[in-house]
Every structure is written in structure tokens, then in C-alpha cells.
């Protein structure tokens, strides 16, 4: 993945269908305010966004089914979201096989059940793709490389025979579309509720872009390291709110020791981010939200997402770290960049201060973000995009 997928120079080779999904995001959220209340579901934007730009990446397609531009996704995008996170929601689930694996054919808490249903959901759309995509290729109906899974197929191995098997190829997809999808979403979604109870903090990020941009056209990638207050609002969320407490578990294949601690052979490592983000040690006043306490140090410059010195929790780190930093930032910066210069927002008339109450079971916020938003640059920008 790091050296065919996610390298700068593959990164540059898929930037327009990035800007494509920023540009549909766009249009999508403005179409949703002039045909409706003016009331919009963040967090549906915000997930999708990041289901169709990896939908994208990953096929050259933004919807699999019946989405449209004016409406958004269809039931087939919805069903295959819905299945993603009940994947992503079982990571921590607790099966005593894990510890009894004599147990594990009773599946005593019907996990397997679940997910392999949730597999099955989430195949349905990837394979057929996969393996009409494997045909052509076969058969040199197709000869250009386009999106991810054009690359997995291509890749040869020293006798220049395919690397990867269907079925190889076929995981590995599933695994990047599982990865893809929660961290974003949620942090996105984190910040905007924590601006919009602190309208202050909008205003300072909306000034950061309008002073970059104008209003007279919108953020391109080339401009995301020029933000500092935004990069500030999108680490504090990742500081105070990750998408769940712990990280992925681990096991250690040796004997260790990190920092005072030794590790034994064979242990289980759950890292538990919020202890790291919320450390009264490290951070004053550790449960507000404060961009600006990231600021502080060289002026901001050189900011980024990632973790300095592991004071937070964002990408992990080493062999098994994230290895979509670079692609990560660029959704996530676009997705909440382009939603806050585009738009104004405020808390709808029912709910005027958010509530920023977690899920009893993980992190993630209880209640979906719904604002009142309004397009706060000309018109004639929003249509272009048509
Ligand atoms: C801002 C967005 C993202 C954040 C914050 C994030 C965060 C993380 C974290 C914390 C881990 C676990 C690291 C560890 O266990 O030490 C991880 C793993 C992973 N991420 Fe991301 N991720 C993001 C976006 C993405 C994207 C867009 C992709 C798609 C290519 C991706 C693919 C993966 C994969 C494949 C792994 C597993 C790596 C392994 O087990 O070796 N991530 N990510």
C-alpha cells in the first residue's frame, strides 16, 4: 500500500478525482439548503463524502447504485456505509473465544454471525467490480491503469506473473474501505460541534480561509499547509474526541521494553488514545476545546495531524501506523475546509446549544450533528460546479 497506493507520486496522480468529490461536497450541501429547511445532516455529509471519495480512489466511481448528484447516495451507498461501520464497531467487541478459542464454533455472543453478514453486504458491491475489472485485464479490454484497483491488478512479481491472487486482492480492498471511513467522519463532525457551541472559533477559521482565499473561489489542495487555525481546530478534535477510545489492539511477537515498561512476548497492547489526549499532565484544561493551545509552540508553523512527540493519538506510529497520513489530511482538511468557507452555521432552532454527548458504548458522538446552514459566497461560484 505505502509504495504502490499511497506514495506522493500516486497521491498527485488521483488529485482530480479528490477535487471532484470537494467540488460534488460542495454542490451536494448547496443543493440540500436552497431545496429544503436550511437544516443539514452533518454527519450523513460527512460520511458519504468520504464514502465517495474513496469509492473513487478505489473503483473510479462515486456511487454504486442509484445516487444522484441532487440527492446523494442511494439505498445501495446507505446499506453499504450502514455495514462498514457495524465492521468497524465490532473491533472492540469482546468475544470470549479471543481467550477460549475452543469456544469460538458456539459464537456465543453472535459476532461471527454479524460480521460475516456485514462482509457479505459489503462484497456484494466490491466483488462483482473485482472481478469483471480482472476479466478485462485478462482479455485487454483494458489496458490503462485508473484508480487503486487497476494498480493491484496490474502488479507483477519478478517472473512479471500477477502479485496478488482475486482472493488476495479482494481483502485487501475490503481492509482499506474498513480503514477508510471512521476517522475522518468523525472528527469532522467533532469539530463542527465543538465550533458551533464556540462560535468564535468558526469565525477565527472562516477568517483564516476567507483572508487565504477570498470568497471568489474555493480551497485546492495546494493550499491546505497554508492553514494553521483550521489544522489547530481538526488536532484538537482529534485530542479530545478519536473515533474510539482505544486503538487497534496488538500483540508483541518479542519481548520489549518501551520507554520504563517491558513488554512480554505474546502480550496484548490496547494504547488508549483518550489517556494519551486528555493527560491533565500534558494539557491544561485537557476536556476544553482549545485550537489554540497547538498554536503556542513555533507559531503554529509546521503544523500537522499527525502526532509530534505522541502527546496525541492521531495516525499511530511504526510498522503497523497509518500509512495514509498524507491522504488522510488532504480529506479531512478539504472536507472541513470547504463546509466552513462555503457555508455559515449555526444550531438549529430546536437544539440551540449541541450536544456534545458520547455513545454509552464508544466515542463517537451520541446524537448526528443536524445545522442550519446558509452559502456564504457568491452564487455564481456554487453554480460553476454544476
Ligand atoms: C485522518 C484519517 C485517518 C486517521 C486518523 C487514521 C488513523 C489510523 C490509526 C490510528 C491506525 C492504527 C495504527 C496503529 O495501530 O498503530 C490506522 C491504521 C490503518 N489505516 Fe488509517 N487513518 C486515517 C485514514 C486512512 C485512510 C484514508 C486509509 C486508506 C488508505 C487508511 C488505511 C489504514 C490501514 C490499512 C491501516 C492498518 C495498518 C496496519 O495494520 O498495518 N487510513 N489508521
Not at 7 to 12: E, V
Not at 49 to 69: A, D, H, Q, T
Not at 328 to 353: C, D, K, Q, S, Y
Request: aromatic residues 8%; charged residues 25%; negative net charge.
Amino acid at each position: 500500500m505505502v509504495e504502490e497506493l499511497l506514495s506522493p507520486k500516486r497521491h498527485q496522480w488521483m488529485q482530480d478525482k479528490r477535487v471532484e468529490e470537494s467540488d460534488n461536497l460542495v454542490r451536494y450541501v448547496y443543493n440540500q439548503i436552497k431545496n429544503g429547511s436550511g437544516l443539514v445532516d452533518l454527519r450523513r455529509v460527512t460520511k458519504h463524502y468520504v464514502g465517495n471519495v474513496m469509492r473513487r480512489l478505489l473503483f473510479n466511481k462515486r456511487y454504486f447504485g442509484n445516487g444522484s448528484e441532487d440527492c446523494g447516495p442511494g439505498a445501495e451507498e446507505l446499506e453499504y456505509v450502514d455495514a462498514l461501520f457495524l465492521v468497524v464497531g465490532h473491533l472492540f467487541a469482546f468475544p470470549i473465544s479471543d481467550y477460549l478459542p475452543w469456544l469460538w464454533w458456539l459464537d456465543l455472543e453472535g459476532h461471527n454471525k454479524i460480521l460475516k453478514e456485514a462482509t457479505n453486504t459489503i462484497r456484494k458491491y466490491h466483488d462483482p467490480i473485482i472481478e469483471e475489472r480482472i476479466h478485462q485485464w485478462k482479455h485487454g479490454t483494458r489496458t490503462h491503469e485508473e484508480d487503486w484497483l487497476d494498480i493491484l491488478i496490474s502488479l507483477k512479481d519478478a517472473n512479471k506473473n500477477p502479485l496478488l491472487t482475486m482472493e488476495e486482492i479482494k481483502s485487501l480492498i475490503l481492509e482499506i474501505a474498513i480503514g477508510t471511513l471512521d476517522n475522518p467522519y468523525n472528527n469532522v463532525e467533532w469539530v463542527l460541534s465543538e465550533i458551533l457551541n464556540q462560535q468564535e472559533i468558526l469565525q477565527k477559521a472562516t477568517e483564516e480561509l476567507d483572508n487565504i482565499l477570498g470568497r471568489e473561489r474555493l480551497l485546492q489542495e495546494s493550499e491546505i499547509s497554508k492553514l494553521k487555525y483550521a489544522m489547530a481546530c481538526l488536532r484538537e478534535g482529534f485530542r479530545l474526541h478519536p473515533i474510539i477510545d482505544f486503538n487497534a489492539p496488538h500483540v508483541s511477537m518479542k519481548d520489549t521494553i518501551v520507554a520504563d515498561y517491558f513488554i512480554p512476548k505474546g502480550s496484548h497492547i490496547l494504547i488508549r488514545r483518550q489517556g494519551i489526549g486528555h493527560n491533565p499532565r500534558v494539557w491544561e484544561e485537557p476536556l476544553k476545546f482549545k485550537p489554540e493551545r497547538h498554536l503556542s509552540k513555533n507559531n503554529g508553523c509546521d503544523l500537522t495531524l499527525a502526532e509530534q512527540n505522541f502527546e496525541l493519538f492521531t495516525f499511530g506510529a511504526g510498522r503497523r501506523g497509518c500509512p495514509a497520513i498524507t491522504l488522510g489530511t488532504t480529506v479531512i482538511v478539504m472536507l472541513f475546509a470547504r463546509l466552513i468557507h462555503g457555508f455559515t452555521w449555526i444550531p438549529p432552532p430546536n437544539e440551540p446549544i449541541i450536544n456534545l454527548s458520547e455513545l454509552e458504548s464508544n466515542t463517537m458522538k451520541a446524537k448526528p450533528l443536524i445545522a442550519l446552514g446558509k452559502p456564504r459566497l457568491p452564487a455564481k461560484l456554487y453554480h460553476q460546479l454544476d
